[in-house]
């Protein structure tokens, strides 16, 4: 059964930085694609950085862009998301997705509970 399990959530200063991390087990890790998604009160969820398998395949939404950096480690099996310059606007729920299949950040089929990112401006 996959398992996804979020961390390093919490309350950020506006400017300021986070680094999320999703730990991956009860699947061979390092054949599914992982992703970061967010969900803000009354929005829909939307992909903001996704990162293939094993082939160095990356997503970023134009809104993170710059500011924030997906990457994976497989021996740890542990995906991270270091969220830098923060705006009050990043505020979310934040979830981690993982497929088989990589895309974009669209159709993640398996899904972690989530963790909160506070920006404080």
């Known amino acids: 059964e996959v398992q996804l399990v979020e961390s390093g959530g919490g309350l950020a200063q506006a400017g300021g930085s986070l680094r999320l991390s999703c730990a991956g087990s009860?699947?061979?890790?390092?054949?599914?694609?992982i992703g970061w998604f967010r969900q803000a009160p009354g929005q829909e969820r939307e992909g903001v950085s996704c990162?293939?398998?094993?082939?160095?395949?990356?997503f970023y939404a134009d809104s993170v862009k710059g500011r924030f950096t997906i990457s994976r480690d497989n021996v740890k099996n542990v995906v991270y998301l270091e969220m830098n310059s923060l705006k009050p606007e990043d505020a979310a729920y934040y979830y981690c997705?993982?497929?088989?299949?990589?895309?974009?950040?669209?159709?993640?089929?398996?899904w972690g509970q989530g963790i909160q990112v506070t920006v404080a401006s």
């Open positions: 009860g699947f061979r890790f390092d054949d599914y694609a």
């Open positions: 997705g993982a497929d088989i299949l990589w895309s974009p950040c669209h159709n993640y089929n398996h």
């Open positions: 990162i293939s398998a094993n082939d160095g395949k990356i």
